[in-house]
């Protein structure tokens, strides 16, 4: 695709690394084929390659972002299908995160807009007061419908995803727990900010399996948010200086103690944290330490299936539908490891049927743009339930939690299979069908 930035316009190095991109389009189009907007719309301005048309507009004019504009890029879940099915390579994930940046900027929305973004921006990478409102959801929940009937659309969403009690927040900055047996290695563990809320076992199994593996997890005191809510909504600020924090926190205990790896157990984080190498290769302070932690970040499912794992007798080979988080398969190209994982620790992994589809999760989606959402999650449902899985697996807590929403069958982090089957307690989903008797 060509280009017309003038040269002031390319000494600015994110103008510059929009041009290198758009100029790698070379406008085929069979991104639209595997993308979830385009699939549910139609519309070719809500397909990659229309919104690609749109961002260059918008950025060679520098313009403000318009109306049509935002409305476009809003929609985009950012699930990254089509960099997965782009045959040029185009890296449509920096060129949208600086799309979003631009109109964030540029645009003012409406104020009910404004203050929702501001609300989640502030509140979610905050876990103890982020506890605080859902509680109160967990009593407003049954008043959903009646919300959504009154046009409260985004407040019905956000109650729909309310869990049915939040678990005790577990304490976990700065903790270490030590291998069982020799130690092999030692690695941080990241902490992150919803998944400790909503579901604290996931990182409570990890720690379990890595100590039984012999490795040492250290939880690193002074990490936090992995700024990737922020980043998705355009607050680059904000977003930035919660990498930076995190580069910080993972620096000082580099050179103290050293780490062999820093691992994620929900992939939206853990697709920030890869690129917070690229995110800060502007800032002359924190290049080389950005790209450091960026080179150290694994996926959980990563790290385990590089390691043999013990399973023992015991657990059923339970038939598991693999959800394939979009940040994990398209963001982070992780494929055949969690499969890989699963399949080591004796379980039966089935393919989902369109499963390169996005969930409809994706960060703040479900709760912004609460219609398209709802559609993907019942057509992902629809899908899996078609496999007649005992258990769903997936690897980041924003789907977990969209798909727990619309179906019985149990949803678990992968890695909650693997604690089970080498020895932990059964996952508290499955525990509770066991008791109840509902056969898995
Ligand atoms: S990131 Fe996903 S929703 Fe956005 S354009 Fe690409 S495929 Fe479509
Ligand atoms: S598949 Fe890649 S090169 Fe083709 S239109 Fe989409 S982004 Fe451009």
Known sequence: MQTSFSLAQLADPD???????????????????????????????????????????MLENDRPASEEVVTHIDRCLSCLSCMTTCPSGVHYMHLVDHARAHIEETYRRPIGDRLLRALLAWLMPRPRLFRIPLLFGILAKPFAPLLKGIGLTWLAAMLKLVPGKIPPHPSEQGRVSLAQGERTARVALLTGCVAPVLAPDINAAAVRVLNRHGIEVVSVAGEGCCGSLAHHMGREHEALTMV????????????????????????????????????????????EKAAKVSGLAKDISEYLAAMTLQPVAG??????????????????????????????????????????????????????????????????????????????????????????????????????????????????????????????
Not at 17 to 41: M, N, Q, S, W
Not at 42 to 48: I, V
Not at 376 to 405: F, S, W
């Open 15 to 57: 103008v510059a690394e929009a041009d290198k991109i758009l100029r790698a389009c070379v406008h085929c189009g069979f991104c639209t084929a595997t993308c979830p907007t385009y699939l549910l719309l139609g519309d070719e301005l809500d397909s990659p390659r229309g919104r690609i048309y749109l961002i260059k507009d």
């Open 315 to 440: 657990h059923p080979a339970l038939n598991v539908a693999y959800h394939a988080a979009c940040s994990l398969a398209h963001g982070q190209k992780v494929v055949h490891q969690p499969r890989q994982m699963l399949s080591d620790a004796g379980f039966a992994v089935q393919e989902i049927p369109e499963g390169h589809i996005c969930c409809g999760s994706a960060g703040t989606y479900n709760i912004l743009q609460p219609e398209l959402a709802g559609q993907l999650r019942d057509r992902k449902i629809r899908n899996i339930e078609r496999i007649k899985p005992d258990v769903i697996a997936a690897g980041n807590i924003g789907c977990i939690t969209q798909i727990a929403t619309g179906t019985v069958i149990p949803v678990v982090h992968p890695v909650e299979l693997v604690d089970w089957a080498t020895g932990g307690p059964v996952p508290a989903v499955l525990e509770r069908r066991i008791s109840t008797e509902t056969p898995l």
């Open 244 to 287: 930076r924090a995190n580069v910080d926190a993972w620096t000082a205990e580099m050179d103290r103690a050293g780490l062999d790896a820093i691992l994620v157990t929900a992939s939206g984080c853990g697709t920030t944290i890869k690129d917070y190498g690229f995110m800060l290769r502007n800032d002359p302070a924190y290049a």
